[in-house]
């Protein structure tokens, strides 16, 4: 089964989708060096729902957010990892530094973040939350982050 799916196609999923009374919850990020913090967000992240469609952070949009040397795996091989995991029902990448027009377009019944996001910070709310949905946020297990993995394999290895 397909699980990365352009805007459009996403689009018409969705929409099949709400016809079929699923309740969809959408998370997105970069991930970058996908590691457990990654994979522990995601599974508690979809069973906030019956699907889980996560935005990608496409490789131009992941360096104008992190600079110029990110991101290290690149978007086709991110999307690749991400679709097969357990937990992960649908990807789709979007360009932009943030997900307000995929949000805009998909309107999930859920929206997740990560809880070093507060409520009222969420791009996206604003939208769920006008069509009756909910916007949550979810206690990272560890402090796990792509940048200190980095940080480790340069003090390692150069």
Known sequence: MKTIYSREEMIA??????????KVVFTNG????LHAGHVDYLAKTRACGDVLILGLNS???????????RPIVPEGERAYILANLKSVDYVTLFDEPTPFELLNALIPDILVKGADWSIENIVGRDIVEA????????????????????????????
């Open 13 to 22: 999923v969705r929409k099949q989708l709400k016809a079929d009374g699923k």
């Open 30 to 33: 970069c991930f970058d060096i």
């Open 59 to 69: 490789d131009s949009s992941v360096r104008n957010i992190k600079g110029e040397k």
């Open 131 to 158: 069509n009756g949905g909910s916007v949550q946020t979810i206690e990272f297990i560890n402090q796990q982050s792509t940048t200190n993995i980095i940080k480790t394999v340069l003090e390692r290895y150069s």
